[in-house]
């Protein structure tokens, strides 16, 4: 008799622990896992095109290439957490990369005008946040505003693309450390970054103005002080995007920022961030800026008009967001089964 009672205790057991893990996959977000799997496709399908792709070296090119769309997708996803938009990085990281390629002379001058370059993207930021936070305009309205005016100041430091930047600065970006690529490196610490700031009291604020601004401030959340965090984040990562952008070019453009502005909105969104706010995270959109890098790559490979980048850009946008939107629904009808 006990040993029946035990066996049925332990039958119970195991079946409540298969009901948790069914829970669990029918709650979890499965979204950031889909922007993988799409990403890997197109990184085969490359390799496919182009013997060699997956090579160390290349797998650091293609990193390297990412890097910048990649930190944009970091503080636009901050931002979009919150329901809101940022258009301003195009301008934060065309003025950063004007800098760069007109005041970098060494070693000690790219030092600081990097730490100046990565303050004048977190004021920028706090300015959005101001704005939208304590005078209630739209983030829309304010970032696109925002965007011309630093573009303005960008043109009037360099007003045509050039300039240059020290080789050991620009150099950097194509180094390895203990055999691996710095970009894979520096995707790696974005990745840990993100991770400890998911766990962050900010981080859970600004969760929660997203999912619902009008508990959130009954919850105690102050909108201003959230929002202006949200945007000096999305400032800082763009003025770090404007240090890569200038690593990799070796130079600077007061127009660099402008083409990146839909791709870094369409990052967050392939990597699972819900455009309404409140879910969604940076480990997907790493995913979402290497899938955007590699469709340029294989539409390159099928010489193809560049063109077709653009417009394949949009389209993946568009079913980034249905199929985000499909997998959802797909998920809340599990939850009631």
């Not at 636009?76 to 390629?101: E, K, P, R």
């Not at 974005?190 to 999912?211: H, N």
Request: some cysteine; proline content about 3%.
């Amino acid at each position: 008799m006990t040993i029946t009672r035990v066996a049925g205790r332990d039958r119970a057991s195991v079946r409540d622990a298969l009901a948790e893990l069914r829970g669990y996959a029918g709650t979890a977000d499965v979204r950031p896992t889909a922007a993988w799997v799409l990403a890997l496709i197109f990184l085969f399908t490359y390799a496919a095109l182009q013997p060699g792709t997956l090579s160390g070296s290349s797998l650091g090119v293609l990193a390297a290439d990412s890097l910048p769309l990649a930190a944009l997708g970091l503080g636009q996803g901050v931002v979009i957490l919150t329901a809101g938009i940022d258009l301003s990085v195009g301008g934060v990281l065309a003025l950063g990369t004007t800098i760069a390629a007109t005041h970098f002379t060494g070693a000690e001058t790219a030092l600081a005008w990097s730490i100046a370059i990565l303050a004048i993207g977190m004021a920028a930021g706090l300015i959005n946040g101001f704005l939208i936070g304590r005078l209630g305009l739209q983030p829309f309205i304010v970032t696109l505003a925002t965007w011309s005016i630093f573009d303005g100041i960008a043109l009037y430091v360099l007003p045509v693309a050039g300039g240059q930047v020290p080789a050991g600065f620009s150099g950097w970006i194509n180094g390895a450390a203990a055999g691996v690529p710095n970009a894979i490196w520096a995707l790696v610490a974005m990745i840990a970054l993100w991770m400890w700031f998911r766990r962050t009291k900010a981080a859970r604020r600004i969760y929660a103005m997203g999912s619902d601004r009008e508990a959130a401030q009954i919850a105690g959340v102050r909108t201003m002080p959230t929002l202006m965090t949200a945007y000096a984040i999305s400032g800082f990562c763009a003025a770090g995007a404007a240090l890569f952008y200038a690593m990799q070019t070796a130079s600077g453009d007061p127009t660099a920022g402008d083409g990146l502005i839909l791709p870094s909105v369409a990052a967050v969104v392939i990597g699972g961030t819900s455009l309404r706010g409140g879910q969604g995270g940076f480990v997907g959109t790493v995913a979402g800026a290497l899938t955007l890098t590699l469709l340029g790559d294989v539409i390159f490979a099928f010489n193809l008009q560049t063109y077709w980048t653009v417009l394949a850009d949009g389209l993946l946008l568009i079913l980034a967001v249905l199929a985000g939107g499909g997998l959802q629904a797909l998920q809340a009808r599990r939850r009631q089964a």
